[in-house]
């Protein structure tokens, strides 16, 4: 992996131009084609914005801060004129009318977009193998999945492709790929992105991030993306900072807090071990370890999984084969129509969660099951907040265990679900959390999550780049 500090060195030295690095990036994807990483592959785009990044370079322009920076864009994101699919058949020939926020300025910035990553079928999965154009491939093991739902994304910065891309994360699907491919991921605070432009799986809790080489690569592309937006009334009206400016700060003084419910029953016990080993690390480093409690967090996945396939069966009653999308050849009549094209677009997986979202929203159960995972979702909020009072961060596993082995998701789906169980609660409660690889087990990577307070990425980041440095 090469990261994006590495990749500007190159184009201001001038031993490569923007073009030469699209190239490079577009033959590196060609070769790495078994790993499925991407739906669709933007060459004569590509090759046309780093020419206007070149031209923009010799003529002495202002540059952005991505600029001539071969990027990947998760394919539920729209951008203008090309395919945007969430890796559905429901989808498969939709080509997107306008480009979301966060892509709009990702390519402000400079960045060139070299093509649309695979995931998870309209983002639901932990896997990445309900993808109507097959599973996404871990180039560390081929028998083990690159996580979900931004499998492709992560693999695409894995495997060398692009040294960032963005992924969204509505239940951990940011950071759970990039502890499976020993990567870097980061959802920021929600509200800090626009989701305008976002194929919308649960609204509440969706947001768009970045994966990167490395944390500082994180914090760029952040800089980048982040800000109000008009289009979505749920962007903060907090003024853009530098989120790369603590990054060197070190972690002397700050106080981690260790929440016992993390790391007790059910988590791996080489993962807590070297978990473990790099807290002592940074304790080392004059960080003070604090045991912290989150009594709630038992309920979270369930929580989680009421309210996000509540809000999917309302967001994906649009696509209905009328308006856009894949139509049934076999209907006859208007309900046949809908029914047909419904059942034939859908995956397993998006079926399943839709009628999970329809049985807890029904009349008669809304209260018994939606209304009280609201409640809960609240309850495991205000345990963060009190966590918080007393210490700067929070550590955390990303997952319970090394990388699943595939095809779990068709034999075992409710072990796949319980994989989220450390990742959900922060969409539950809006904060921000960012994937550090901590350490190897098996050839197999380990993330440390880091939780932090709202709107506090910066901070965040000078934790996880203290991370990074131990780990070296």
Same mark, same amino acid.
């Given at each position: 992996? *090469?990261?994006?500090?590495?990749? &500007?060195?190159?184009?201001e ?10 190239q ?9 084609k ?7 592959v933007?060459? *004569? ?56 926020t966060?892509v ?8 060139v ?36 739902s931004? =499998? ?7 495997? =060398?492709?692009?040294?960032?891309a963005?992924?969204s ?6 950071r759970?790929?990039?502890?499976c ?8 605070t +929600?509200?800090?992105?626009?989701? +305008?432009?976002?194929l ?8 768009i ?36 400016? $603590?990054?060197? &700060?070190?972690?002397? =003084? ?18 807590k ?5 790099m ?12 045991e ?12 989680? +999984? ?5 809000e999917?069966s309302?967001?994906?009653? /649009? ?19 809908y029914? $047909?094209?419904?059942?034939e677009?859908f995956?397993? *997986?998006? &079926? /399943?969660?839709?009628m999970?979202?329809?049985?807890v ?8 099951y939606y209304?009280?995972?609201?409640k ?14 007393s ?10 265990g090394?990388?699943? $082995? ?24 809006g904060?921000p959390g960012?994937?550090v ?10 993330g440390? &999550?880091?939780?932090g $307070? ?19």
């Open positions: 992996m *090469e990261s994006i500090q590495s990749l &500007q060195a190159k184009l030295s001038g031993s490569a131009s923007a073009v030469a690095l699209a490079a990036s577009l033959e590196k994807i060609e070769s790495t078994k790993l499925n990483a991407y739906i669709s933007l060459n *004569e785009r590509a090759l046309e914005k780093a020419a206007e990044s070149d031209k923009r370079r010799a003529e002495g322009k202002t540059l952005g801060a991505l600029d001539g920076i071969p990027v990947a864009v998760k394919d539920n994101m729209c951008l203008v004129g090309t395919r945007t699919t969430a890796a559905s058949k429901i989808l498969d020939n939709f080509v997107a009318p306008y480009t979301a966060a709009e300025k990702l390519e402000a910035a400079g960045a977009i070299v093509g649309k990553t695979n995931m998870d079928e309209f983002a639901m999965g932990s896997s990445s193998e309900s993808s109507f154009y097959g599973p996404v491939i871990n180039p560390l093991d081929e028998t083990r999945v690159p996580g979900g931004s =499998g492709g994304s992560a693999v695409a910065v894995a495997s =060398g492709t692009v040294a960032c963005l992924g994360d509505t239940g951990g699907s940011i759970q790929p990039a502890a491919t020993g990567v870097v991921g980061l959802k920021p +929600y509200g800090r992105v626009s989701r +305008y432009g976002l919308a799986y649960a609204s509440s809790l969706d947001q991030g970045p994966f990167g080489a490395t944390v500082a690569d994180c914090a760029t592309v952040l800089n980048a993306i982040c800000g109000i937006d008009p289009h979505d009334n749920t962007t903060s009206t907090r003024p853009v900072e530098d989120f790369g400016a $603590k990054l060197n &700060q070190g972690i002397k =003084g700050k106080v981690i807090g260790v929440p016992k419910e993390y790391f007790g029953e059910g988590l791996d016990a080489e993962c071990a070297t978990i473990e080993g807290l002592k690390k940074m304790e080392a480093e004059g960080a003070t370890l604090k912290v409690s989150l009594p709630n967090i038992g309920f979270a996945v369930s929580s989680y +999984y009421i309210i996000a396939t509540a999917a309302s967001n994906l009653s /649009r696509y209905d084969g009328v308006r856009y999308g894949y139509r049934s050849k076999e209907a006859k009549k208007l309900f046949d129509l029914a $047909k094209s419904r059942s677009g995956g397993k *997986e998006v &079926q /399943r969660r839709i999970l979202g329809s049985y929203l029904s009349a008669g159960f809304y209260d018994a209304v009280q995972a609201q809960v979702r609240r309850l495991i909020t205000d345990d963060f907040n009190k966590a918080f009072e210490c700067d961060v929070i550590a955390s596993p990303t997952m319970p090394l990388p699943l $082995k595939c095809g779990m998701n068709e034999s075992d789906p409710m072990a796949v679900y319980l994989s989220d169980i450390y990742t959900v609660s922060l969409n539950l409660s904060l960012v994937s690889p901590c350490g190897m087990a098996g050839g197999l990577p380990i440390l &999550q880091w939780i $307070k709202p709107f506090q990425e910066a901070d965040l980041l000078a934790v996880a780049a203290a991370t990074e440095q131990l780990n070296k």
